[in-house]
């Protein structure tokens, strides 16, 4: 079977190249180099589209241009996707591009699913969602906890690092590795240490100001790998007790930060347990072991004197029951006095109904002025074509970070 890998990435072409030993293999770094020197009887092509928008286009221009009948694995990243309804060839299954070679490889050679009528992709296209799932599971696996251990969070979408950091921090922490910030809200209120991957560059410095909004997670120690590529504003970020580190430091650097970091942690609880035992002690101190004598002599007087206002108050009750009933039925032969009273009673109802339509009429009109700028809004959007502006940034601003990579 002729294969065509197209990628720039030196390490993923040569690890696929080794597990296609049997196979004749062609590779370029690009959509342009593939057109122009790759055979057209080409069976299978492997699309590395780690540029999302950009590989798009250039999947499609193979397919326009050259390969319409092959076959088309797009290995696609978490960090710049893509759209499976935005690639033209029908024939495509979407891996996610950290996957193991021979994972890429089995879904590559297997056979031909059915497919859907209306998009004419693949339902082994549906599979990247579980392979992500599946992989999430994976790392997001809990180490059995150890009494005794700190237990370090590791956030991070990088499997390699993420099994690095964890080797490196076995038999000394309880680690755990999630992926998004959802996990982090989850999980990271039970961490000692979170370490922060911020590969995403503006995306982790936003995630990372959501988290210090959260009071249980701004107080916790977070160690924030930064990378060069995609840096990130760290002082404007509301955590006290953070620290970085650049994430090509390797693992062993990172575990000797998380070891720095884990003191920290173990001296401020032992500071905090102590600091409980003294408030504690004062307040031992301050409650009295007997109870004074003159205190115990007032208890047993003040049975006596409530006794004695209770026959005081019964006894004045009496005497002016019959004074205060003459007085009410004085009132009741009273027309104007009952005519008083019935028209405060309507009034009062009226009243209260006034204010539920004030209420309802107030509510509707609020419904159809909310309704009336949202239709408004998403018009405006819709006129100024927001999503094609993201794309084009995204496009350029990937551009210049291939170009300075290839440079």
Not at 230 to 246: A, Y
Not at 339 to 349: C, T
Not at 372 to 395: H, L, P, S
Request: hydrophobic residues 40%.
């Amino acid at each position: 079977m002729k294969i065509l890998i197209v990628s720039f990435d030196k390490t993923l072409v040569d690890s696929l190249k080794e597990h296609l030993a049997q196979h004749e293999v062609y590779t370029a770094k690009n959509a342009e180099e593939a057109i122009t020197l790759s055979p057209s009887d080409i069976d299978l092509i492997i699309f590395d589209a780690i540029s999302g928008a950009i590989s798009e286009e250039e999947i499609n221009e193979l397919y326009s241009k050259k390969f319409k009948n092959q076959k088309y694995v797009i290995l696609y990243d978490e960090l710049f996707p893509v759209d499976p309804k935005n690639i033209l060839p029908p024939n495509k299954v979407l891996v996610l591009r950290d996957s193991p070679p021979e994972e890429i490889i089995r879904r590559a050679l297997e056979e031909k699913k059915e497919e859907t009528k209306e998009e004419g992709i693949e339902i082994g296209a549906s599979v990247p969602v579980e392979e992500e799932l599946k992989t999430e599971k994976k790392e997001e696996k809990v180490e059995k906890e150890e009494t005794g251990k700190a237990k370090v969070l590791v956030v991070s979408f990088d499997k390699k690092l993420t099994d690095n950091i964890t080797n490196a921090l076995k038999g000394k922490f309880s680690v755990e590795v999630v992926r998004n910030i959802k996990s982090v809200k989850e999980k990271g209120l039970e961490a000692d240490i979170i370490v922060y991957d911020a590969i995403s560059g503006s995306i982790a410095e936003k995630n990372l100001m959501e988290l210090a909004e959260v009071p249980q997670l701004r107080e916790k120690h977070f160690i924030i790998l930064v990378d060069e590529l995609f840096p990130i504003d760290v002082e404007k970020i509301n955590l006290p007790n953070k620290s970085t580190l650049n994430r090509d430091a390797g693992a062993e650097a990172i575990a000797e930060e998380v070891e720095k970091v884990a003191q920290k942690v173990k001296k401020e609880e032992i500071k905090s347990m102590e600091t409980e035992e003294v408030k504690e002690e004062k307040v031992r101190e301050e409650i009295p072991e007997e109870v004074p004598q003159e205190v115990e002599e007032i208890k047993e007087e003040k049975p006596e004197m409530s006794e004695i206002k209770e026959k005081t108050e019964a006894i004045s009750t009496k005497e002016k029951t019959p004074e205060a009933v003459q007085v009410l039925a004085e009132k009741l032969s009273d027309e104007k006095f009952i005519r008083s009273l019935l028209v405060e009673a309507i009034s009062k109802e009226l009243h209260g109904v006034r204010e539920e339509i004030k209420a309802e009429v107030r509510d509707y009109i609020k419904n159809v002025l909310e309704s009336i700028i949202r239709e408004e809004i998403e018009r405006a959007f819709a006129e100024v074509g927001v999503a094609k502006i993201i794309r084009e940034e995204t496009k350029r601003i990937v551009e210049e970070k291939i170009k300075e990579l290839l440079k």
